[in-house]
């Protein structure tokens, strides 16, 4: 392994751990999963210890987005908005059944799964998953991020240009 | 082309302070809002739909999904319409046990309510106040149930289970405390002056205007008038429990806050009364053996009682043909199911009277010739809940 | 005055205009002639002895192995002497109804919920449209011939903005 790889190697390690811990969400919560997204987001559960210490209202200042609830058709535009608005590096967690893939709600006006809209990293199955099922969300994707290969995502990036 | 004077402003579906997916299309002169147009349908999930593909004890668990603030006050008010659908009667302890639950999730509502209302207003240290007591009392909810936020425990015919030894000893250890905790919310609130200045004559709304637009709930009692379904129309023994309905003058935004808080105060008094109240006897109709299902015991004693529950489990019941409306005083307003049978044993119509849905067509009401920063104080205090709305 | 006794009171004031009278689990219900639901509902308003001034709930209902196939049933309520009623009148698929948005506001977001999920039209109302789906959305869900699941459910869903068009 040559020194320019190795050197590499060690800058994505520190650009992957300061990713990692300071993942900021942007506020999307739909529907009763919000709730505890916002319980885990107060004082027992204490989301900002793993560094999202405030969820964001503009996507442009965010890189997570939690989608905590039941997508709907009329909604999805709106999230696809969202997702294009938010920079690189970004990443998404279904949080909750009707996230993950419609949950109960088989019905015409529910998209069965965010993922049929925009890329999902990671999904937290529940109806709904309690605080800490979110914080375990949070903890795969930080070791996920951690994970990412040099050169998967450019260091600089502006939303609806050429993301690679 | 005609050019309009006035800009109009988009305000969500995606916005930390519309509580939920609400789009507020706002036409302003200057900082006037001339016309507000609230659109909804953004959490549209097809419930009534869905519940005539489900048998009646299948449709209980959608109904946890509308308001999910206080999920369980959803499960009482559809448990009431099927048992009069049927004309089955309800124990008195399961009727005790019924009011304790659902007056704990209207405390948890409100609390819920006072924590993001006053977190738009800008004070955001009774967010963490609140949620502290609210997640106090979905910990002993989730003794009782097993679950925090979506317990369909109010089951058909009684609860799903007797209540579990440690249940009430935490009740009471939970109303001795809460008042304190009410008037800590107070101190922080009800004198501020700059609470009174940003809630004081904002959005406010007549007795008669509050009933031409149908508004029930915190919102008409604000206004001065005595609708309490509690009261009106007793269900589920209310009638047993001593508490007043606390009523306000001017209809506006501060007039809401303190009927809220004064029913929190009164839901503890109920609360309590029924903790020391508590009748002993079954947790559920006993008479009724085609709608209650065994217990597990006996189910897995006796075959006839095994077949029994498979039968409810698979097929539900069968109620005779008619249509019923029953109602509850929800944390948000008047919960109504209206539910037509045919017969068979899926509901031919669940019609959910969504409380929430009849108050937000008022906000136009409310705003109209306010100045845009009071948009959100305005909708706060409406309390609403979108999967209510748009169930 | 309650609502056995409201029954009586609009039979005789509107003898030919009332269909029939139900009482099941201690409710009544109403059938009225569609035609005439406007004087019935303002009578029932502004009565002084019956007094029906909140609106509760205004629903729709789907019976299509009847006719006329709809039926919207209206729960009223009277804060002045604390008892229900509810009016029940028929609506044949393709006819329309008029508005009671007037007579009470809280009718005019119901009557829009009624004609998204079913299509029956209220007339003179002030903004009939759809309110809980999408402005494009082809069909009435709640009537018994549209599928729980909707027309492409199993397609994946295309999603496409006007910024990248």
Request: net charge negative.
């Amino acid at each position: 392994m040559g020194v320019e790889t190795a050197a590499a190697a060690s800058l994505q390690e520190v650009i992957n751990w300061a990713r990692k811990n300071s993942v900021w969400p942007v506020t999307f919560g739909l529907a009763c999963c919000a709730l505890e997204m916002m319980v885990a987001s107060s004082s027992t559960y204490d989301i900002a210890r793993f560094g999202s210490e405030v969820f964001r209202p503009s996507p442009r200042q965010a890189d997570l987005m939690i989608v905590a609830g039941t997508v709907t058709r009329k909604m999805a535009p709106m999230l696809k908005r969202i997702y294009e608005q938010m920079p690189e590096p970004k990443w998404v967690i279904a949080y909750g059944s009707c996230a993950c893939c419609g949950g109960i709600f088989q019905t015409y006006n529910v998209v069965q799964g965010v993922d049929q809209i925009i890329p999902v990293d990671v999904y937290v199955p529940g109806c709904p998953p309690r605080p800490e099922g979110l914080l375990k969300g949070i903890i795969t994707l930080q070791e996920k991020i951690a994970a990412e290969p040099a050169g998967q995502r450019n260091l600089v990036s502006l939303p609806w240009g050429n993301n690679g | 082309m005609a050019e309009s004077r006035y800009m109009t402003i988009n305000m969500g579906p995606q916005h930390p302070a519309t509580h939920g997916v609400l789009r507020l299309l706002l036409e302003l002169d200057g900082e006037i809002i001339v016309k507000a147009e609230p659109h909804i349908g953004y959490l549209h999930r097809g419930i009534e739909k869905l519940s005539e593909s489900m048998t009646y004890p299948q449709a209980l668990t959608l109904t946890d999904r509308l308001d999910y603030t206080s999920a369980l006050s959803n499960n009482l008010a559809y448990c009431l319409a099927v048992e009069k659908l049927l004309d089955i009667n309800i124990p008195k302890r399961a009727q005790y046990l019924r009011v304790l639950m659902a007056e704990l999730q209207r405390i948890a509502s409100h609390l819920l309510w006072v924590a993001t209302h006053a977190l738009d207003l800008g004070a955001m240290t009774l967010l963490f106040y609140a949620f502290r007591e609210r997640e106090t009392i979905l910990e002993i909810l989730e003794l009782a149930t097993g679950a925090r936020l979506t317990p369909s425990f109010i089951r058909i015919g009684g609860l799903a289970s007797d209540i579990p030894a440690t249940f009430l000893p935490r009740v009471k250890a939970f109303v001795e405390d809460f008042p304190r905790r009410v008037d800590d919310y107070e101190t922080l609130l009800t004198e501020n002056i700059i609470w009174k200045k940003r809630t004081t004559n904002i959005a406010p709304m007549s007795a008669e205007e509050c009933i031409r637009y149908g508004v029930t709930g915190p919102v008409l009692r604000a206004s001065g008038v005595c609708y309490d379904v509690r009261k009106a129309y007793p269900y589920s023994s209310y009638e047993d429990f001593d508490f007043e309905i606390p009523l306000g003058s001017h209809g506006d935004v501060y007039d809401r806050y303190l009927v809220r808080l004064k029913e929190m105060r009164q839901s503890n008094r109920i609360v309590k009364q029924a903790a020391e109240k508590l009748p002993d006897g079954p947790f559920a109709a006993q008479d009724a053996p085609l709608v209650v299902p065994p217990a597990k015991e006996e189910a897995g004693r006796d075959i006839a009682a095994l077949i029994r529950h498979f039968k409810i489990m698979q097929e539900g019941f069968r109620p005779p043909c008619g249509e019923v409306y029953a109602s509850i005083e929800s944390s948000k307003g008047e919960l109504g199911f209206y539910l037509i049978s045919d017969g068979t044993n899926k509901p031919y119509r669940m019609r959910i009277r969504p409380p929430s849905f009849i108050n937000l067509a008022a906000l136009p009401k409310m705003i109209e010739g306010q100045m845009v920063a009071d948009v959100v104080a305005a909708i706060g205090s409406i309390d609403i809940v979108l999967g209510e709305i748009d169930r | 005055m309650d609502s056995c006794m409201a029954g009586d009171l609009l039979k005789e004031t509107f003898p030919e205009a009332v269909r029939d009278i139900e009482e099941f689990r201690r409710e009544t219900s109403i059938t009225v002639d569609a035609g005439k639901i406007r004087e019935v509902m303002t009578f029932l308003k502004e009565n002084e002895k019956l007094c029906y001034d909140l609106l509760l709930d205004l629903a729709g209902v789907d019976f299509d192995d009847r006719s006329p196939r709809f039926m919207i049933a209206y729960l009223l309520h009277s804060t002045k002497f604390n008892n229900k009623l509810r009016i029940k009148t028929t609506v044949a698929e393709g006819a329309s109804l008029d508005t009671v948005s007037d007579i009470w506001l809280a009718a005019n977001w119901m009557e829009r919920e009624v004609y998204d999920l079913f299509g029956i039209i209220f007339n003179n109302h002030p903004n009939l449209t759809r309110i809980l789906l999408p402005e494009d959305f082809v069909g009435y869900p709640l009537r018994k011939d549209f599928p729980v699941k909707g027309a492409d459910f199993d397609q994946p869903l295309q999603v496409c903005l006007e910024e990248e068009r």
